[in-house]
């Protein structure tokens, strides 16, 4: 049974562009949650989804970054507009429905690092 | 909104000694769940051990224990028998639990680096 995974691990980008960043939940999860993590800092919570629903955005930035999840394929963190502040380690975590068995413990993909040049 | 809060940057234990990690939090919520995470230097996140509020015992996963003071809102790691692989950056972790399911923010603390010397 694979774990989360994301893609790319690494992505460079100039100011500007454009990111986009994949996360494919556990096979069976249905619930994705997106991190940040700045240097030497914790885990920021940015976004909550479910297949084509944004639960809680409540930690998104208002400007440039927007989320999705789709029916088919994975979910989908993008960037617009890059500056070198968004420079940072992007997690992805998955967790089965709320109200099933283990529906508190989310399952972290090993992360994108995004730099800004 | 929740805060968790992480006082010791950094924490360095000899192999094979224990170590304890401090973490306080702060919430209105009476019905919640608890986390300590690792991020070694590969830097995934690993679930170390988990804590159900409306428990009184404190959560053991092996080598790993917490001490969890409801009242006081405080939730120590504590490590037994340190060894080289669990030096790390351990994140205690804080989600609520609504109604009888849990809802998926977690807010972490700043984290603690905790080095194991041999």
């Known amino acids: 049974n694979a774990g989360v995974m994301q893609n790319p691990r690494h992505l460079v980008r100039r100011r500007g562009q454009e990111a986009r960043l994949r996360c494919s939940p556990m096979?069976?999860?249905?619930?994705v949650y997106w991190y940040r993590q700045l240097p030497e800092e914790g885990l920021k919570f940015m976004v909550y989804?479910?297949?084509?629903?944004?639960?809680?955005e409540s930690g998104m930035p208002k400007e440039r970054f927007s989320a999705e999840f789709p029916k088919e394929g994975p979910s989908i963190l993008r960037i617009q507009q890059v500056v070198r502040g968004d420079s940072a380690a992007y997690f992805c975590?998955?967790?089965?429905?709320?109200?099933?068995?283990?529906?508190?413990?989310?399952?972290f993909g090993p992360g994108t690092r995004l730099t800004v040049l | 909104a929740q805060t968790v809060t992480q006082s010791q940057p950094e924490m360095s234990v000899q192999e094979a000694e224990t170590v304890t990690l401090s973490c306080t939090y702060d919430?209105?919520?009476?019905?919640?769940?608890l986390f300590w995470y690792k991020q070694p230097p590969s830097r995934q996140m690993i679930l170390v051990i988990r804590?159900?509020?409306?428990?009184?015992q404190n959560a053991t996963e092996n080598r790993f224990s917490v001490n969890f003071q409801k009242a006081a809102k405080s939730f120590s790691l504590k490590i037994s028998d340190s060894q080289l692989g669990d030096t790390a950056m351990y994140f205690c972790a804080f989600m609520k639990r609504t109604g009888g399911t849990s809802y998926g923010k977690l807010t972490f603390g700043q984290g603690t680096i905790l080095t194991v010397h041999p």
């Open positions: 804590q159900e509020a409306y428990k009184q």
């Open positions: 989804l479910q297949k084509e629903n944004i639960i809680d």
């Open positions: 919430t209105s919520e009476n019905n919640y769940y």
């Open positions: 096979k069976g999860h249905s619930h």
């Open positions: 975590a998955s967790s089965p429905l709320p109200g099933l068995a283990g529906d508190n413990e989310q399952f």
